[in-house]
Nanobody
Framework: QVQLAESGGGSVQPGGSLRLSCAASGRDFSRCSMGWTRQGPGKQRELVATITSSGYTNYADSVKGRFTISRDRAKNTVYLQMVSLKPEDTAVYYC????????????WGQGTQVTVSS
């Protein structure tokens, strides 16, 4: 059973930084893609960043140059380093993973709240 547990959310001022973590369990994730989505108040869910099993990364235009996704295979953990945060980054951030040898993210965690406000 795939389980994903996000952590690291919180409140930060504009221009600040946060690092989200997601601990995955329940299978071998070495052949899985992983990613982060977010849903802000009154907004549709948005795919923020993904990383494949080979380490290829992709980002939404809204976060390019500010967010960095990475993974630690030994710990089955994926990270989202966020810098230069803006109020529009306020959202619940969800971690996700795919089936082995697939790119589509189909499993999601419960989410962690990120609030950017002065």
């Amino acid at each position: 059973q795939v389980q994903l547990a996000e952590s690291g959310g919180g409140s930060v001022q504009p221009g600040g930084s946060l690092r989200l973590s997601c601990a995955a369990s329940g299978r071998d994730f070495s052949r899985c893609s992983m990613g982060w989505t977010r849903q802000g108040p009154g907004k549709q869910r948005e795919l923020v960043a993904t990383i494949t099993s080979s380490g290829y990364t992709n980002y939404a235009d809204s976060v390019k140059g500010r967010f960095t996704i990475s993974r630690d295979r030994a710990k089955n953990t994926v990270y989202l380093q966020m810098v230069s945060l803006k109020p529009e980054d306020t959202a619940v951030y969800y971690c996700g993973t795919s089936e082995p040898d697939s790119y589509a993210i189909v499993y999601w965690g419960q989410g962690t709240q990120v609030t950017v406000s002065s």
